[in-house]
């Protein structure tokens, strides 16, 4: 735009300062000559400076190039998910959104890839998430789609919260610095690969993991070590129950699928092989050994090299194991928390994690110190406080809108108070 209103400019002037500067034989004296040679620098700076919106460097749009462009920040925040407080992306954007009058509803599309190695889309990496609501179809490639009511065609948005992604459920390509960049589409719904605004951003975050490329072996066999884990909480009541084989098997899926092209194969037998071989001992072995069993395990594993999201993975398919049938036993949750102890992850956010995937009425024997948290070797005032605590984050959902909360909420409180008043008497 600069540069066009400086040409024009030079056209008006042109005939003036050459009427005004010619010399008398009609050719132009040093002024016009000057005139010219600093529009010539002017319009020369502004193109090395990129002055003008644009040289903005835009990604293109399947089709189109859409006229609008959108800034999109990322920003490091710790929010508690009810698991405890866990480290996480917000995303944010500002700038303008243009949609159709006639089409207000949008589609918003975002996509972050690592960009380390560089720009071009030969370069670019996938990050892989393990949430099935934040997956491309068909993979476990990162993507986020939400359909949005515009309020008006043209919207100008300032700090605008789009989503919060927790870290743990990222996977990036490698340990160390990595460059992140997210790209974020708005189109008319019926137009999805059309879009009319654009959003572009990077972040620098460091990774202290190992990413799928440079630890592709570790994370297998972290799940190879999730999957005999899995099978001996679903093998402890001396079966395994059908319901509990495909939470198993979805989840070996899952991990497979997010695997390059090239190494689903190879992996998927030597998963099956390993899945295979837990069950045949985890059915053959005596029910006050499995505990032994699960220390033997871990004996051919190094978990201090998996990365953290991946021991949190395992709790959680050990603990939907347990809860596959609808009744989860007193061994199986026993070994679940056993397990949780040699993956030595944190146990505050692992007795959240049970809390969410087995509400107390799951339980076919309430053994209420488990369900509260209580750690035998705490002294009693321990105990009382562990207890107020517990009551202060039940007493605040016995006003929540799910009706299964409110319960699990009430059940709790008379848990809490019948072992308060256990204390009480002991003292």
């Known amino acids: 735009m600069i540069i066009r209103q400086l040409i024009a400019l030079f056209l008006i002037s042109a005939p003036v300062m050459a009427a005004k500067t010619s010399s008398s034989d009609g050719s132009p004296c040093c002024g016009l000559i000057v005139f010219i040679l600093i529009i010539i620098v002017i319009v020369g700076a502004v193109k090395k400076s990129g002055g003008s919106t644009e040289n903005i460097s835009q990604p293109s749009s399947p089709q189109s190039d859409p006229s609008q462009f959108l800034f999109v920040y990322v920003s490091p925040v710790k929010k508690d998910f009810g698991s405890g407080e866990i480290e996480c992306f917000e995303v944010h954007i500002y700038g303008t959104i243009i949609v159709p009058q006639n089409m207000l509803n949008s589609l918003f599309t975002l996509n972050i890839y690592d960009a380390t190695r560089g720009d071009e889309k030969k370069d670019r990496q996938s990050i892989l998430c393990s949430h099935p609501d934040l997956q491309e179809k068909g993979s476990q490639i990162f993507q986020w789609t939400q359909i949005v009511q515009m309020p008006y065609s043209k919207s100008e948005v300032s700090n605008l919260h789009l989503l919060t ?19 974020l589409s708005i189109a008319p719904v019926d137009q999805k690969n059309n879009p009319s605004s654009f959003g572009y951003g990077s972040y620098e975050h460091l990774n202290e993991s190992f990413g799928y490329v440079d630890g592709i072996a570790i994370r297998i066999k972290a799940e190879e070590l999730g999957l005999k884990y899995a099978a001996a909480v679903s093998a402890i009541d001396g079966v395994i129950d059908s319901e509990e084989k495909k939470v198993i098997r979805r989840w070996m899926d899952s991990r497979i699928d997010s695997l390059p092209e090239n190494m689903r194969a190879d992996t998927t037998r030597s998963l099956s092989r390993a899945l295979m071989i837990a069950e045949r001992l985890s059915v053959s072995i005596k029910p006050g050994e499995f505990e032994i069993l699960c220390e033997e395990i871990l004996e051919g594993y190094s978990i201090r ?7 949190y993975d395992i709790i959680e398919l050990c603990l939907k194991v347990a809860a596959a049938d609808g009744i989860a036993s007193p061994e199986e949750l026993k070994l679940v928390d056993r397990i949780a102890s040699l993956l030595r992850v944190d146990m505050d956010r692992f007795r959240k994690m049970s809390e969410k995937i087995l509400p107390v ?27 107020r605590d517990q009551y202060r984050e039940w007493s605040a959902r016995v006003t929540h809108s799910d009706a299964k909360v409110r319960d699990q909420a009430d059940e709790m409180l008379r848990l809490i108070a019948g072992e308060r008043a256990k204390i009480d008497a002991e003292e």
């Open 361 to 387: 009425n799951i339980h076919s024997k309430k053994d209420v110190t488990s369900i509260l948290g209580l750690r035998p070797e705490w002294t009693a005032k321990q105990r009382k406080k562990h207890l």
């Open 165 to 183: 992604i927790p870290i743990d459920m990222l996977t990036f390509p490698a340990r160390g610095k990595r460059r992140l960049c997210s790209v």
């Open 305 to 311: 090299t998996f990365p953290r999201g991946e021991l």
